[in-house]
């Protein structure tokens, strides 16, 4: 999901649906934007679909009136069963002692369950059957004396990932679990201040990017006196998802210090290194794998072409829940240059394999528009474990690497070869020189390990095996 706060400037609404905007790529199902004005009080608009075809006209802007205010892109994840409802469509909205808030939250609660039973059981209406809903509804409970206070009471509770973006009446508040799974950063506009999951949403309102929220950190924004900081958490070794490096991030936004392309551009080198193979041509697959094709191609000499081309108004299929629609976003959503590709011994990069479906379309394409040789060079490695801290993979039985070896995976996709990444290799391209430590690895990288930095205690009871 993506998330964005400002606090501070006129019509905080036409703002937030900029950044919302910008990050639409992190979730395409929802939107939602929660202002807040001091004779107006709360107002709210959440909707299905794009941010551009929901939050642009004067009158939806007009009805959410003030200068603070938060915004929520959704797109549903591991904890979720099937289609969105609009009551799962966040930020979600309390009124409690003390005036009340509204919350946006990108991760997944690993022991929302637990939480949920609990609270029900002590009188909490829910409203959703959003994980995030939790959040809210310890805050309600909680007997501390002010909600940024209640904010830290129930995220102590609160196990995962989560960037959360809140406000009250006249606060902007952001954390960052103590991990720091998933992105949040600061940014200056004006007299005011902005909160997002990443500095491409600064850039789009024209805000400076002052820093990223620190793993653990909570931020406290106040128009008028500014930001105070605190760690209110048990520090640990953070973990920032390494998957946000390789897909889900924008590659104009800045991670960790670093430019989301010219990382992906060195996976690219990297996978040239470890795995060359001679060709005609280094194809990406549009649009995810196209910064570590044009790597691999810089690396390794081979031609870069654009031997697929990608329909631009289809959206990331992956992000449709469903498998049907999914089965038939590829072809709705790329074509073969046959003109290229005919007679040519081609490189496809692509930035992962997950059940294998995408990749054995686009090869059976390729083949048909006459290519010679179809050579596979992946910019993650084989995903063998499924996600459960907020970016949506199927269940472990539908991941392909969870089942075959790489080997297996070249035959089942009938290509001439398919090479990952090494876990080494990524490291080193997301700027970790030594590599992976293997005793405290510096990022999380659960999907391709195993390695789970949190117990995911829900599924765990569900009966998964770690
Ligand atoms: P596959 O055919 O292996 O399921 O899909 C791989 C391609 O689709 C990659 O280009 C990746 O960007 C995208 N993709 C499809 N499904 C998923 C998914 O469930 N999770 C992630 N992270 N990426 C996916
Ligand atoms: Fe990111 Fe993978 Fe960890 Fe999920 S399991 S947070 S996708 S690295
Ligand atoms: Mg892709």
Not at 368 to 390: L, N, Q
């Amino acid at each position: 999901c993506g998330i964005f706060g400002v606090v501070g400037v006129q019509d905080a609404a036409s703002f937030i649906a900029l950044g919302l905007h910008a990050l639409q790529h992190r979730g395409q199902e929802a939107g939602g934007i929660v202002t807040h004005d001091p004779q107006l009080g709360f107002n709210s608009a959440r909707r299905f679909g794009y941010v551009r075809d929901n939050f642009t006209s004067s009158d939806i802007i007009e009805s959410l009136p003030g200068p603070i205010g938060i915004g929520h892109v959704r797109y549903s994840t591991a904890g979720s069963k099937g289609q969105t409802a609009i009551r799962d469509v966040q930020p979600f909205f309390g009124e409690f002692a003390m005036g009340g808030a509204a919350i946006a939250h990108n991760g997944n609660i690993t022991n929302a369950n637990a939480l949920r039973r609990e609270l029900i059981e002590r009188g909490s209406i829910f409203q959703s059957s959003s994980d995030s809903e939790c959040i809210i509804h310890l805050m309600a409970r909680s007997l501390q004396r002010n909600i940024p206070e209640r904010m830290e009471d129930a995220l102590r509770r609160v196990e995962g990932a989560f960037s959360v973006v809140a406000m009250t009446r006249t606060k902007l508040i952001g954390v960052r679990d103590p991990l720091g799974v998933r992105p949040l950063v600061l940014g200056k506009i004006g007299d005011g201040w902005c909160l997002a999951s990443e500095t491409c949403a600064l850039d789009i309102i024209g805000a400076e990017f002052l820093r990223e929220i620190e793993p653990g950190e909570m931020v406290v924004i106040n128009a008028d006196t500014g930001v105070e900081s605190h760690f209110p958490f048990r520090p640990q070794p953070s973990k920032f998802c390494i998957f946000e490096h390789v897909y889900f991030s924008r590659p104009d936004s800045i991670l960790g210090g670093r430019s989301v392309y010219e990382t992906r551009e060195a996976i690219g080198r990297e996978l040239a290194k470890e795995s060359p193979v001679e060709a005609d041509l280094v194809c990406p697959v549009p649009d995810s794998g196209t910064p570590a094709a044009i790597g691999y191609s810089l690396e390794s000499g081979i031609p870069y072409a654009m031997g697929i081309i990608r329909n631009q108004y289809m959206g990331r299929t992956f992000i449709e829940p469903t498998e049907q629609i999914r089965n038939m976003g590829v072809r709705l959503k790329l074509n073969v240059n046959r003109a290229l590709i005919e007679g040519k011994r081609v490189i496809l990069v692509d930035d992962s394999v997950v059940r294998g479906t995408t990749s054995r379309k686009i090869k059976e394409m390729i083949l048909d528009a006459g290519a010679k040789e179809v050579h596979f060079r992946i910019a993650s490695p084989p995903t063998a474990w499924p996600c459960f801290y907020g970016v949506d993979t199927p269940q472990r039985e539908k991941l392909l690497a969870a089942t075959m070896t790489e080997d297996e995976m070249t035959k089942h996709l009938a290509v001439d070869s398919l090479r990952f990444i090494s876990l080494d290799g990524l490291y080193r391209a997301v700027g970790e020189s030594q590599g992976r430590n293997k005793d405290c690895p510096q990022y999380c990288d659960a999907c391709f390990s195993g390695e789970y930095p949190v117990t995911p205690a829900d599924m765990v009871e569900q009966g998964f095996k770690m």
